[in-house]
């Protein structure tokens, strides 16, 4: 890090950076196999399955009709395209160490005909090179086996069908990870032939219907089972395919969780926890979050945003080497320089903190490396108790409002979430409207999320918030107690006080508990140590401008090139820039239509300049060839990047497109 003065503290920086983007990418690794495992074991299942009915047929009809049609498992994955990959890499590492190690994937993009199809499918199952024509140039693409000699096979399916009879004969297949049952083990003596289709939608129909066509002559001689990846809905087969090819198919669908449920869940598992110390403002979560839900629903992107805001927390804050664990914080706030005790003293939570102190204590404050030292330590050990407390009180005021009509302090934790960042959760219209609401609500209803407060409460580290805990128990162990078919009726009226009491102290609880532990973290002193907060940086780099940033280098260069000779003025043409710049900002001094010759004049004037030359000494008004060819040449890009284009009204003009520049 550009802020260390030692060869330590990089040292010390690069290990907390590391760490927390190590954390990251494990945490998403290991969600996204947990989020998508009863989908892969349930298709882990179904290929099973469709192994052993393909060595054990009955002679009933319906055997013989089954027999006679392609296992496919439909995939739906909704259409966060980018988490695709990782649940295909998944589901072929599941199939190769449980089940088969016969499993080709392929996309859209490298099949766009059927004899492409073919050879891809053909040399990721056999592992050799696949002759398509006879004058082929050899190709090897790296997918060789042991078990496989190096040699051109033709590309066909009977080929396949040769091969796979040899390479199971051969040497039987046996499970790497697992023992299997004698049951399991018979049919993986011949095990499946799994296709992957990755991309469905993607594929020309006439491809796939032809291929379908093809594998089906051979259904009786090959285990066959494919794989439909399909990121909108299962209609999409029935669009794609005919019905004389979808009925050579035995469909069965797969749904996975959708792309918003992986994000509460990365959320819930990530931000909303005291054990990981790196956080967002309200702000910069907004963005990502929206980035998310209006471009492209995907997880993993949302993930880099999160790692891109974690670098650049780390690159503009000299003080994060501070946000890691309470021990190592301390020590590190312990070995704190000179220079990044200024820092301390300069940061805006800091200052307020000062201020609230009486004098003595801010001359200390001011003054002492030493005493700042030993402040900084006890700011952050509270740093680190707020955290631990406000996330089980948030949990249970989202328990508490979630259930409300119209939400309104919303349905997902995270918008709850932004708003306790944002500001006092409790001084906002919304707060006191989920208030009035939780006061309308049923016993039956109340207790239940009470009990859920409790259960929160209960598993949290906060001593104080377990005592809470206790109390709220009591006061639903006392309203379950108030039950009226329990109470003889002449001591009706008294249960009716006593549960109007457990009532109040119940809303009370509800009204009072978030005031206490969910104040906004701007409230902490050296909050900014954990909390990054330039929304700004984090739009600018996911979420693209390209006409912005096309007009940015147009009109001044100087912001990508860095070149001195390009620094100017706003509005000032430099002789210095390059022709395309030149072209761009004459243009912008035209109207509707552009006539070539006067821009090709102006815009020779400007070259001449450049050259140390007096532009009025062309002679006879002619431009040279190469200014002329120059002039053509910067024409055409900015046609290319749609700023003019030609127009039949006069020859000799160009129409301008676009209307406003930077």
């Not at 669009?239 to 509460?264: D, G, K, N, Y």
Request: hydrophobic fraction near 40%; charged fraction near 20%; charge should be positive.
């Amino acid at each position: 890090c550009v802020h260390c003065s030692s060869a330590s503290g990089h040292f010390v920086f690069f290990i907390i950076y590391a760490t927390r983007s190590l954390i990251i990418q494990i945490h998403q690794f290991i969600l996204q196999e947990d989020l998508n495992k009863k989908m892969l074991d349930g298709l882990l299942e179904f290929v099973k399955k469709s192994a052993a009915s393909f060595w054990c047929r009955d002679d009933d009809w319906m055997s013989r009709m089954r027999a006679s049609e392609i296992p496919t498992a439909a995939l739906v994955l909704g259409v966060n395209m980018p988490d695709h990959t990782i649940t295909f890499e998944s589901m072929t590492e599941l199939l190769h160490d449980s089940l088969t190690p016969f499993v080709a994937s392929v996309q859209a993009k490298e099949c766009t005909a059927m004899k492409q199809l073919m050879q891809k499918v053909l040399q990721r199952l056999m592992g050799t090179n696949v002759m398509v024509d006879e004058d082929e140039a050899e190709a090897d693409l790296g997918f060789h086996t042991r078990d496989c000699p190096q040699k051109r096979v033709n590309c066909s399916l009977s080929a396949l069908c040769d091969w796979y009879q040899s390479a199971t004969k051969k040497s039987p297949v046996k499970s790497p990870r697992k023992r299997l049952s004698s049951s399991q083990s018979e049919f993986l003596q011949s095990p499946p032939v799994v296709v992957i289709f990755r991309d469905l939608e993607a594929f020309s129909p006439q491809v796939l219907q032809d291929f379908i066509l093809v594998c089906s002559q051979y259904v009786h001689q090959l285990p066959l089972v494919f794989i439909f990846g399909i990121a909108t809905s299962p209609s999409t087969i029935q669009r794609m395919l005919p019905h004389s090819v979808s009925s050579l198919l035995c469909i069965e669908l797969f749904q996975s969780l959708s792309c918003t449920q992986h994000l509460a869940t990365i959320i819930d598992k990530l931000f909303l926890t005291s054990k990981f110390h790196f956080k967002f403002s309200a702000k910069v979560l907004q963005v990502l979050v929206g980035i998310f839900l209006y471009h492209d629903f995907s997880v993993c992107n949302f993930i880099k945003g999160l790692q891109l805001s974690l670098l650049e927390h780390f690159h503009s804050q000299p003080l994060s080497v501070l946000c890691c664990h309470k021990q190592e914080a301390l020590v590190h706030a312990q070995q704190l320089n000179d220079r990044d005790v200024e820092r301390i003293q300069q940061l805006p939570s800091f200052m307020r903190y000062v201020e609230e102190q009486v004098p003595e204590e801010q001359v200390q404050l001011l003054t002492s490396s030493e005493h700042v030292k030993g402040v900084c330590q006890k700011l952050l050990k509270s740093l680190h108790k707020y955290h631990k407390n406000f996330y089980p009180a948030l949990r249970c005021l989202h328990v508490l409002t979630s259930i409300l009509p119209k939400y309104p302090l919303g349905k997902q934790i995270r918008e709850l979430y932004v708003l306790c960042l944002e500001k006092k959760v409790w001084e906002t219209q919304e707060y006191d409207s989920a208030m009035q609401l939780i006061r309308m609500l049923a016993k039956d209803e109340l207790v239940t999320c009470l009990q859920k407060c409790v259960e929160i409460l209960t598993f949290c580290k906060s001593k104080k918030l377990k005592k809470v805990g206790q109390q709220l128990q009591d006061i639903t162990a006392t309203c379950e107690k108030l039950d009226s078919k329990k109470i003889p009726t002449d001591s009706r009226k008294m249960m009716c006080t006593w549960l109007t009491a457990c009532f109040v102290k119940s809303v009370v609880f509800c009204t009072q508990f978030p005031r206490t532990h969910l104040y906004p973290p701007e409230s902490q002193p050296l909050y900014e140590v954990w909390y990054y907060s330039s929304s700004g940086t984090v739009r600018r780099h996911l979420n693209a401008t390209p006409r912005t940033s096309i007009q940015t280098a147009l009109s001044h260069p100087y912001c990508y090139l860095q070149n001195e000779a390009l620094k100017n003025d706003s509005g000032i043409i430099s002789s210095a820039a390059p022709d395309i710049c030149i072209i761009y900002k004459l243009h912008l001094e035209c109207g509707r239509l552009i006539n070539l010759y006067d821009w090709l004049e102006a815009y020779a004037t400007v070259a001449t300049a450049a050259e140390g030359k007096d532009p009025s000494a062309i002679e006879g008004g002619k431009v040279d060839e190469l200014k002329h060819a120059r002039f053509i040449r910067a024409v055409s890009e900015l046609e290319f990047l749609g700023f003019v284009k030609s127009t039949k009204q006069k020859t000799d003009h160009v129409a301008r497109l676009t209307w406003g520049g930077c």
